[in-house]
C-alpha cells in the first residue's frame, strides 16, 4: 500500500506531468466565423479560410460563353432558392473563363437576393485536399447558408486513387448529399482522367468493360456538363473591345485590334486569359491603372 508521505510527494509531480502533457497535445482549432466572409478557402489544416476580396471579372466581361453562363447562372439561382440543383463540371479550352465564371455567378446571384435573406457562401478546395472533401461537406450540412464548394483545375493521374473520395462526396454516402452543398468544378478533361490512367485499368482487369465504366463513372456524378471551347478570332475582338469599354482605356479602336490580333499570333492562342493580359500590357503602356 501507497503510504500518505509518498502520495503528496508523488501528486505535484503527477500534475506537472498532466500540465505538461496538456500544452504539446494539438489545440482543437477554434471554430470558424463563417459570418466573416462570402468566400473561403478549405485549408490544408482541414479549416475554413476567410477570404475577404475575391479575384472575380465581371459577368458582363465574360463573353462568347452565353450559353455556359446562362446555363450556370440558372443552376446556382435555383440552387440559391433552395429549389433542386446539380453538380456541374465546366470543362474544355484553357483560358476560357471557366473558374472566371463560377466566382462571377456566385457574386452574381449573391447580389440579386432578396434583402434579408443569407447570403450564398463559396469555398474553394484546391486539387491535392480532394480526399478531405467528404469533411468538408460534413462540416457544412448543418450550416444554414447554402454553400458551392469550388475546384479548380480538377484532374487525375495515373495511379491517382483519391477521384473516390470524390465520387463519394459527390454521392453524398449513406447519407446522401448535403442539401445545402453543391460541387462546381473546371477541368481540361471531359472526364477528368488521364487517357493512360483508363488504358492501365483496362489491360489488368478482369472485364475490362467494367473497369473503364467504373472510371468514367466519375463525370457522370455531375448533372451538368458545360464545355468551353477556343474563341474564334471574332470573339477574342468582342473580349478586347469589351475591356477596353469597361476599363475606359484611350486608344484608338484600329490599332487595338492590330496589336491584339498581333499579340495573340505571338501567344499561339485566342482565349479569355490571352485576353486579358493584353489589356493589362495595353493599360501598362497608357499608364492607367484597372479597378
Not at 440579386?112 to 480532394?130: F, N, S, T, W
Not at 492501365?200 to 468551353?228: C, H, M, Q, Y
Not at 477574342?236 to 498581333?262: C, F, T
Request: charged share 30%.
Amino acid at each position: 500500500m501507497t503510504s500518505p508521505t509518498t502520495l503528496d510527494t508523488l501528486l505535484p509531480l503527477l500534475e506537472r506531468i498532466a500540465a505538461a502533457l496538456e500544452r504539446a497535445a494539438p489545440r482543437e482549432p477554434a471554430a470558424p466565423d463563417l459570418t466573416a466572409a462570402d468566400a473561403f478557402l478549405w485549408g490544408p489544416e482541414r479549416r475554413l479560410i476567410p477570404v475577404p476580396r475575391v479575384n472575380r471579372v465581371e459577368m458582363g466581361l465574360l463573353t462568347g460563353i452565353d450559353r455556359a453562363r446562362d446555363t450556370l447562372a440558372e443552376n446556382t439561382e435555383r440552387f440559391a432558392r433552395g429549389l433542386p440543383a446539380n453538380n456541374a463540371l465546366l470543362w474544355g479550352a484553357r483560358g476560357m473563363g471557366k473558374s472566371s465564371l463560377v466566382k462571377a455567378v456566385h457574386a452574381e446571384t449573391n447580389a440579386e437576393r432578396p434583402e434579408g435573406a443569407l447570403p450564398m457562401k463559396l469555398v474553394e478546395i484546391h486539387r491535392e485536399d480532394i480526399e478531405a472533401l467528404p469533411d468538408l461537406m460534413a462540416r457544412l450540412r448543418a450550416d444554414p447558408h447554402r454553400w458551392i464548394v469550388f475546384c479548380d483545375d480538377l484532374s487525375f493521374d495515373a495511379d491517382d486513387t483519391s477521384y473516390k473520395s470524390l465520387k463519394t462526396a459527390l454521392d453524398g454516402g449513406i447519407e446522401g448529399r448535403p442539401e445545402n452543398v453543391l460541387f462546381y468544378a473546371t477541368s481540361n478533361r471531359r472526364h477528368l482522367l488521364a487517357r493512360e490512367m483508363v488504358e492501365n485499368e483496362r489491360s489488368t482487369a478482369i472485364n475490362p468493360g467494367e473497369a473503364v465504366e467504373e472510371k468514367v463513372s466519375l463525370s457522370d456524378r455531375f448533372g451538368l456538363w458545360l464545355g468551353f471551347h477556343k474563341c474564334s478570332q471574332d470573339e477574342y475582338l468582342a473580349m478586347i473591345r469589351a475591356y477596353v469599354e469597361r476599363y475606359g482605356l484611350p486608344a484608338e479602336p484600329e490599332r487595338v485590334r492590330a496589336e491584339a490580333l498581333e499579340w495573340a499570333v505571338t501567344r499561339g492562342s485566342r482565349s479569355g486569359r490571352t485576353a486579358f493580359q493584353f489589356i493589362q500590357d495595353l493599360a501598362g503602356r497608357l499608364g492607367q491603372r484597372l479597378g
